[in-house]
Nanobody, 120 residues
Framework: QVQLVESGGGLVQAGGSLRLSCVAS????????MGWYRQAPGKQRELVAS???????NYADFVKGRFTISRDNAKNTVYLQMDSLKPEDTAVYYC??????????????WGQGTQVTVSS
């Protein structure tokens, strides 16, 4: 019964900032890599950023220098700090996490998504 819940989405003006949060809850032995994806209308879901359990991060080219991913392992939470937002960043943002349910089973879970809308 693992659940990921995102929060922090909303409407912002171009050039503004937004901070997304995603909390994992439920029975789990641990959490591996976590990440953020986004999906705009008519487009495929794409990776925005990911972060390992040790804190090593990876970013899509279109957000490098603008977005920062981080995590708090004690709180089972991953964050996405979004700065210098552009209208083209408008999308539903989804959190994902590789959850270790047991010592031998790891499953990727997804949040329900949070809408980010950037106005011009």
């Amino acid at each position: 019964q693992v659940q990921l819940v995102e929060s922090g989405g909303g409407l912002v003006q171009a050039g503004g900032s937004l901070r997304l949060s995603c909390v994992a809850s439920g029975r789990m032995f641990g959490i591996g890599s976590m990440g953020w994806y986004r999906q705009a209308p008519g487009k495929q879901r794409e990776l925005v950023a990911s972060i390992t359990s040790r804190g090593d991060s990876n970013y899509a080219d279109f957000v490098k220098g603008r977005f920062t991913i981080s995590r708090d392992n004690a709180k089972n939470t991953v964050y996405l700090q979004m700065d210098s937002l552009k209208p083209e960043d408008t999308a539903v943002y989804y959190c994902n996490a590789n959850i270790k349910r047991t010592t031998s089973v790891e499953i990727k879970y997804w949040g329900q998504g949070t809408q980010v809308t950037v106005s011009s």
